[in-house]
């Protein structure tokens, strides 16, 4: 498969998540930091996508990130 076909194949994919799903994912997404070795760092780069192609919310990490790092922090 071309990349472009896969570009088309995924975006079709997400334009069918319900918000449930895309909630469940976001969810997935901020629990597999957990276990990642980054939590005694003290600043961290995010890269996120163009919105329109986000198949998670980013508020949800944000706070995730910024619960865990409050009690690092402590």
Not at 49 to 73: E, G, P, S, V
Request: net charge positive.
């Amino acid at each position: 498969m071309f990349k472009k076909d896969l570009r088309k194949k995924y975006k079709a994919l997400r334009n069918e998540l319900s918000l449930e799903e895309i909630e469940s994912n976001s969810l997935a997404i901020a629990n597999n930091l957990l276990p990642l070795a980054i939590w005694d760092k003290l600043y961290f780069h995010l890269n996120f996508t163009l919105q329109l192609k986000w198949n998670f919310r980013r508020d949800k990490l944000m706070k995730i990130i910024n619960f865990l790092m409050y009690f690092i922090n402590l």
